[in-house]
């Protein structure tokens, strides 16, 4: 079996991390997979490039073009927002004429348009979508937030200005995405079970064959490793306890930080010793923005792309903190636990899933900073460490091994094939 997943970069991101493992879980277990992809970044054979040149860029400028002017050539929303508008055609290209089935991963900013879309559903293939947020079942956004429409059909979208109108940007990409999935089977899949519940209320693949498969990790490499030569070689203090939060972004507002940083403040009002004896360390772009925010001492490590050096960044911390406000399957948190890190986080999209409850890590109340504080304090001084630290372990071996993840979609290949012969 050959499968070819589709992403728009090999590496940067979160869902490009995921479909990298994905890629190599299959091939350790007896598929040929490969990626295509519009930003190449190594020289990793099983990785083919669309090409990077003036078409690419174009499609990505053209597309953030036309949503800025939707926007009223204002920047609120720009990032949140995809339409789809422009893209490239991979149904032409070789390594789309030999696969047995074409995976769709995160595929936004200039990767795919509708009609590119459209082109690979009419090709004939089984078409697996992976869904790292609600895009592919929603109109325009990759997050809901409070908004519901989604459920039946888009329009007056919150993200527009003046709340777009009843005929407004979302609802006319809405119908597109309702033409184009028309007369065609798509084998939608979530990284969680959150993400499954939405998908399955969304107006728009509802009908569709959705499951919730989550992200693999490779356990041989993301394992516990010695936390004082990870802390030298990070130029951390080794007689302070470490709080980690990572983000590719720390600023993202998404990410929760202003819960953090009152977090944190309340940490260093109600136990003042951990001025002295606790640190954190920051590890995503604009980490230094973060010095003189926090109550407690802050060593930005920056943005680091290395995977051995982020392996080392989990090994060095005592506990790993991420008040997302919304999220799918965190890589991070999946990261922090293989390493034996428990995990801190409030209970809000596929979290809860990863977090155990004073099993692996604490869940807190949703955008509730004093329950996050307790959370930390809880782990740090309180909990069974070597407990939590085992388990944590224990829950990635068993749930995202590369085996366990491989075997659940091979699993969903082998029915799109079925369905596609009988179909025929």
Known sequence: MRVL???????????????????DALNNNGVKAKMLVRDKETDDITVSGVGNGWRMQWS????????????????????????????TDITRTREFREADV?????????????????????????????????WPASSICHYAHTCGRFRNACGNCPLLPGGGGRNDLSARVWRRKREMLDHHNVWFVTCSQWLGRQAKASGLIKDQMITSIPNPIDTNFFCPQDKAGARKLLSLPADKRIILFVSQRVTDQRKGMDYFISAVERLAKEHPGMKENTGIAILGGHAEELEGRLA????????????????????????????????????TI???????????????????????????????????????????????????????????VRKVQRCYSQRTVAMKYIDVYNEAIAFKHYKL
């Open 334 to 392: 999946m990261e922090s636990l293989a390493c034996g890190v428990p995990c801190v986080g409030f209970k809000v999209g596929g979290i809860p899933e990863m977090i155990d409850h004073r099993q692996n890590g604490y869940i807190a109340a949703g955008r509730d900073a004093a329950d996050l504080a307790e959370g930390i304090r809880w782990v740090l001084d309180e909990a069974d460490y070597k407990s939590l630290s085992d388990e944590a």
């Open 5 to 23: 997943i589709v992403n728009t970069s090999e590496n940067t991101g979160g869902a490009a991390v995921a479909a990298n493992r994905l890629k």
């Open 60 to 87: 990505r400028l053209w597309e953030r073009w036309c949503i800025f002017l939707q926007l009223r050539l204002s920047r609120n929303h720009l990032f949140e927002i995809d339409i789809a508008n422009s893209g």
């Open 296 to 331: 407690l001492p802050v060593y930005p490590l920056g943005y680091v792309s290395d995977q051995k050096l982020i392996r080392s960044v989990y090994c060095a911390a005592d506990v790993f903190v991420l008040p997302s406000l919304e999220d799918n399957l965190p890589n």
């Open 102 to 134: 074409i995976h769709l991963s995160w595929i936004n900013q200039g990767m795919l348009s509708l009609n590119g879309i459209r082109k690979i559903l009419d090709s004939g293939k089984p078409v697996v979508w992976t869904m790292h947020d609600l």
